[in-house]
Each structure stands twice: as structure tokens, then as C-alpha cells.
């Protein structure tokens, strides 16, 4: 398996931008997170999804924020409008969950600058 | 709430030397806790993780961690560092969440430096 794809890499874009960030999980996995990391903050998680449903979004900063996930193999993350206090790096991670406690999988990131 | 230290921000070890990174964690209940290794520009990538049993986990890349239930403790260990061990280290607990999976809080990490 590819392990968990996130597009684009990097993300330059100016205050005030639509951003949407993209996330494929591993195959088979059926929870879904979606964590930013900052220097000040560190590594926190903003939602995660489990059978495609949105379950705890109480991480997520602003009504700015919204994330979407239409199937098993899809997800996105949508700032809008964009601001510089979003620049971070943003995880995907996936995992399955069935009879037992597994790891998360992260995605090399997205590394999204807001001028 | 959960919660996770690790009260070193940088470490410098040389090559061959062995190495131990600190973790705190707490939880009210049992834990369920994680090693990650982050290098530039790169994703999370899982060492080792307990759930329960043996308190001595061993992990990937050489890398072993022992719980230790009364220090709330998940320390990491490797007896022989190699250059390629320098990276970012995170410790984790993982919280069990509706539906299945883990909902990680993470430490601040820990900077390894490596010198030849």
C-alpha cells in the first residue's frame, strides 16, 4: 500500500484564500484524522472521522475550518478565507479499528504558508 | 484531561553512545501509549506503541520503551545510536475514542542530534 497520500505537498497562498487540502487514506482503513502541527501549539488534533463520519470536530479553531469526508477513500480540509496564523503543517493520519486498538498512519503532510 | 512531557526539548549523543528519551504521561486510566520519529520534512512514523502486557516493548529501527505504571513513565531506548537516528521524537497517549482508534495527545518532542 502507498500509506496515506496528501495533496499538495506545499501551499503558498495569500490571507483571504480558499485553501483545500487533500487526504487518501490507506485502503481498508476506516477512521480518519486530521491534525496541525505549529511551533507554538505543537501537534494538535482538529477532527477525526470514523466510517466517514465526522465524530469529534471540537479541535477544529474556527467555523473558518471545515472538513469533509464523501467516502471511505477521500477527505479534505477547507480554510476559507484564509489567515497568516494558519501557516502550519497539516497530518492526515488513518487507522482501522476492528477487534482491537491499532496505530495511526500519518501522511508526509502539508506544509501550508498564508501571506 | 490527558497529557504528555517530555522535559527534553534537545538531546546531542554521539554515534555508538546509547540514548533515552524521557516521556510523562497523564491519564486516569490505562494508557495506551506511543513512539513517533518525525524527520525533516517528513510524516509521523510509528516506532513502537503498548497497549498492555509486557511493560518492555520493543520497536522498529532498534528502538525499545518499558512502561512503568508507577512513574507514569514511557521512556525510550536504544543502546547504540546511529547517524540516521537523527530526527524529532514524539511520545503520545492515546485516548480510545467512539467507533474505535485512539485519539492522540502528543508532547512537544524531543530534537535527537547525532555527532559523528
Known amino acids: 500500500d502507498a500509506g496515506v497520500i496528501q495533496s499538495p505537498r506545499h501551499e503558498v497562498t495569500e490571507m483571504g484564500q480558499e485553501v483545500t487540502l487533500r487526504c487518501k487514506p490507506i485502503?481498508?482503513?476506516?477512521?480518519l484524522f486530521w491534525y496541525r502541527q505549529t511551533m507554538m501549539r505543537g501537534l494538535e488534533l482538529l477532527i477525526y472521522f470514523n466510517n466517514n463520519v465526522p465524530i469529534d470536530d471540537s479541535g477544529m479553531p474556527e467555523d473558518r475550518f471545515s472538513a469533509k469526508m464523501p467516502n471511505a477513500s477521500f477527505s479534505t480540509l477547507k480554510i476559507q478565507p484564509s489567515e497568516p496564523r494558519d501557516s502550519a503543517v497539516y497530518f492526515c493520519?488513518?487507522?482501522?479499528?476492528?477487534?482491537?486498538?491499532?496505530?495511526?498512519?500519518f501522511g508526509q503532510g502539508t506544509r501550508l504558508t498564508v501571506v | 484531561a490527558q497529557s504528555v512531557t517530555q522535559p527534553d526539548i534537545h538531546i546531542t549523543v554521539s554515534e555508538g553512545a546509547s540514548l533515552e528519551l524521557r516521556c510523562n504521561y497523564s491519564?486516569?486510566?490505562?494508557?495506551?501509549l506511543f513512539w513517533y520519529v518525525q524527520s525533516p520534512g517528513q510524516g509521523l512514523q510509528l516506532l513502537l506503541k503498548y497497549f498492555s502486557g509486557d511493560t518492555l516493548v520493543q520497536g522498529i529501527k532498534g528502538f525499545e520503551a518499558e512502561f512503568k505504571r508507577s512513574q507514569s513513565s514511557f521512556n525510550l531506548r536504544k543502546p547504540s545510536v546511529h547517524w540516521s537516528d537523527a530526527a524529532e521524537y514524539f511520545c503520545a497517549v492515546g485516548v480510545g475514542l467512539t467507533g474505535g482508534g485512539n485519539k492522540l495527545t502528543f508532547g512537544t518532542g524531543t530534537q535527537l542530534k547525532v555527532e559523528l
Open positions: 493520519a488513518s487507522s482501522h479499528h476492528q477487534g482491537g486498538n491499532t496505530e495511526a498512519f
Open positions: 491519564y486516569g486510566a490505562t494508557p495506551y
Open positions: 485502503s481498508g482503513h476506516n477512521s
